[in-house]
């Protein structure tokens, strides 16, 4: 059984695709996104689902498309910012090489702008993520085996201290 050589996990504008990019690259493996997977298999771009079938129907999605990439992928996996809210997705990346990219409300708000469809973040985005935050910083570290604080950094300096804390927090 293959594992995820890394598992990206945190909120929206954390840097968790460009950096997972890069992690692939100096690896010398691939990048899988779950939310790419999800809309892959929806066959519609995630704001679409949660128009059209609403978020449970999102969720479910979500979770099988996690349990998929742990099962098959052996790159770095980069997981979307609510996966970590299912209980059986926090259990499956229990020993995984999790990292936790941390970022701050402002540094978000300015990587992620407010116009791009994030629907979550529809109304009121920056309540809305501080609000998310605080109910998902639990559960992100709950899985993670290491945090990165992605603050005043570039996402070469992101990657580099991903690589970093992994060679520090062994499984």
Do not use: C
């Not at 990206?8 to 460009?18: E, F, H, N």
């Not at 990048?31 to 704001?47: C, H, M």
């Not at 997705?89 to 990219?101: C, D, E, I, Y």
């Not at 708000?109 to 994030?118: A, E, K, Q, T, Y």
């Amino acid at each position: 059984m293959s594992a995820p050589a890394v598992v990206l996990v945190g909120p929206p504008g954390s840097g968790k695709t460009t950096v997972g990019t890069l992690l692939a690259e100096r690896l010398g493996v691939t990048l899988r996104d779950t939310d790419a997977d999800v809309e892959a298999e929806a066959g519609k771009p995630i704001p679409e689902i949660f128009l059209d079938d609403g978020e449970p129907a999102f969720r479910a999605l979500e979770a099988a498309a996690v349990r998929r990439a742990v099962a098959e992928h052996d790159g770095v996996l980069s997981l979307g910012g609510g996966a970590v809210h299912d209980p059986e997705t926090r259990a499956l990346l229990a020993g995984l090489p999790v990292v936790f990219l941390d970022v701050a409300l402002a540094e978000a708000v300015r990587r992620v702008g407010l116009d791009v469809p994030r629907p979550l973040l529809a109304i009121n985005p920056r309540q809305r993520w501080r609000a998310l935050m605080e109910e998902r910083r639990p559960w992100y570290t709950e899985v993670a085996r290491a945090v990165v604080e992605t603050a005043e950094r570039t996402p070469d300096e992101v990657a580099t201290a991903v690589i970093d804390a992994l060679e520090h927090h062994p499984a």
